[in-house]
């Protein structure tokens, strides 16, 4: 399977798809990564592994329609069958994410349905959660409210600030992702009408990851 990884930032995600899909037993490719900030460190990251990285600069058009034509085109010219976010930060129109339904997915740092948006680890905290995590779901038009993949979760400590608790939501981030994907991948999770469907051989990506993270020494 031919993925492309959309980033904003660093994309550490990216870099632990990166590293799984260089085993020889893993079942997808990344061709390509694409950001839409020409400053972002992680597209160097991509160019030294080897992997076509360009920057769609999103200042560059003037609606948001014009930017996911971009966006589209170039992930049509690599021929991808997968599209993963890791940390983009930009919200697709409802058009574009309807097109890509079933061949699109995100991470996000909450047990969605819980906690949406941005800033979610200050939500958690601020409503007194002692349990979040991250979720994989595929993108529909309506926002971190796709079908969820996979899931792993993470306490949050009475002492938490919204840094330490995204710290220690990252490290789950990390190893759920890439099982996540590579379920996908081999066929074993896909979406049919508007829910996940998993194969009777199918292996969570939740048994891949601890389900309850313990907090760093």
């Not at 839409?36 to 990251?45: C, F, H, I, Y």
């Not at 919200?91 to 909450?110: K, Y």
């Not at 710290?167 to 099982?179: F, G, S, T």
Request: aromatic share 4%; hydrophobic share 45%.
């Amino acid at each position: 399977m031919k993925i492309a990884i959309l980033i904003s930032g660093r994309g550490s995600n990216m870099e632990r798809l990166i590293e799984a899909a260089a085993a020889p037993d893993y079942p997808a490719e990344i061709v390509t990564v694409i950001s839409n900030r020409p400053d972002a460190s992680g597209l160097q990251t991509a160019a030294r592994a080897g992997i076509p990285a360009k920057a769609i600069d999103h200042k560059a058009f003037d609606s948001r329609a014009a930017f996911d034509a971009a966006l589209e085109q170039a992930l049509e010219e690599a021929d991808v069958d997968l599209v993963c976010h890791a940390g983009f930060m930009r919200i697709l129109t409802d058009e574009f994410a309807a097109r890509w339904e079933g061949r699109m997915v995100n991470i996000h740092p909450s047990l969605l349905p819980s906690f949406k948006g941005i800033r979610v680890q200050q939500q958690a905290i601020d409503a007194g959660a002692t349990i979040s995590g991250c979720t994989v779901h595929y993108i529909i038009p309506a926002l971190d409210s796709g079908p969820i993949i996979s899931q792993a979760a993470v306490p949050v400590l009475a002492d938490d600030t919204a840094d330490t608790l995204s710290a220690r939501i990252l490290e789950a981030e990390h190893v759920l992702y890439p099982a996540a994907v590579k379920m996908i991948a081999s066929g074993d999770v896909k979406l049919e009408d508007g829910k996940v469907v998993r194969s009777q051989n199918a292996k969570r990506a939740d048994t891949e990851c601890p389900p309850l993270f313990s907090p760093a020494p």
